[in-house]
DNA sequence: TAAACATATGAACATTTATTCATATGAAGA
DNA sequence: TCTTCATATGAATAAATGTTCATATGTTTA
């Protein structure tokens, strides 16, 4: 996790005691807290892992994984209202994870970086273990 | 996203006609559409990333990923009660994503295994882009 | 066994979230 | 310009989710 930087200036006092439950394990502790990312680090990666979350969004990725689509495309491949996708893929554009572009009549939407690829990878490798 | 199999047998037939803005695609879409993984993985995958879409168990599994510890521990680190940090292990642990064992009258806790892990750190690149 | 500590859990509550329905916007062609 | 197709969006609704509070369970020690 050495992406993790510290970007939290007013980090909380830490506790000069410790219950007694962890008390060998005080400076790891310590330790730890000094290099904890800041709430606004968790918050971005949660929301990250947020737009994965929701089947619908995660159809929509792997199709999108696949290559390029408009979105008429991508109702008729996943089985989901030409509204609720739309819906969808406006939280994906807003949180970055898509890009698009107008063609004609057609919005034609995309991944927009390959870490989405990636990390889609990692979750399905890890759930067929 | 070789890692996504076809489990899907009662697959749904595939449309014939296909609306006038993606005709070009037709045969991308198809294809696409014959190696889609089936519901029962999109539902197991977005599973998977909703557990690491809120900021209390991505903070609880940042900690578990630098040791194994305590539930107090958690609880002082991270700046949440212990009965909502308690319920979120149990997410977690229903997930697979921490395991643990029990020391006395603690409950030792620790990521499950370096997947999730590789996806935090993936995650975290990404957000710093 | 009683008290203290560590953790777990059920119920209640407030919030968030995803879908649906109706409709609006925008582009292309007749 | 009128119609049609493609997409977007607002409002409403139902469902899921996270926290809190109170309390239960389980373990150690006096």
């Given at each position: 996790?050495?992406?993790?930087?510290?970007?939290?200036?007013?980090k909380q006092?830490?506790k000069t005691?410790h219950?007694?439950c962890?008390?060998?394990?005080?400076?790891?502790?310590?330790?730890?807290?000094?290099?904890?990312?800041?709430?606004?680090?968790f918050?971005?990666l949660?929301?990250l892992?947020?737009m994965?979350g929701?089947?619908?969004?995660?159809?929509?990725?792997?199709?999108?994984s696949q290559?390029?689509?408009?979105?008429?495309d991508?109702?008729e491949?996943?089985?989901?209202?030409?509204?609720?996708?739309?819906?969808?893929?406006?939280?994906?554009?807003?949180a970055?994870?898509?890009?698009?572009r107008r063609?004609?009549k057609?919005?034609i939407?995309?991944?927009?970086?390959d870490?989405v690829?990636?990390i889609?990878?990692?979750?399905?490798?890890?759930i067929?273990?």
């Amino acid at each position: 996790m050495s992406e993790m930087s510290n970007r939290d200036d007013e980090k909380q006092e830490l506790k000069t005691e410790h219950s007694e439950c962890g008390g060998k394990y005080i400076d790891m502790i310590k330790k730890i807290d000094d290099n904890m990312p800041c709430e606004e680090e968790f918050l971005d990666l949660s929301e990250l892992f947020k737009m994965l979350g929701d089947p619908t969004r995660v159809k929509i990725l792997y199709a999108l994984s696949q290559g390029e689509m408009c979105v008429c495309d991508i109702v008729e491949l996943l089985d989901v209202t030409q509204s609720a996708v739309s819906h969808q893929l406006r939280l994906l554009k807003q949180a970055r994870l898509v890009k698009y572009r107008r063609n004609g009549k057609s919005a034609i939407y995309s991944i927009s970086d390959d870490h989405v690829y990636t990390i889609l990878s990692m979750g399905m490798e890890h759930i067929s273990e």
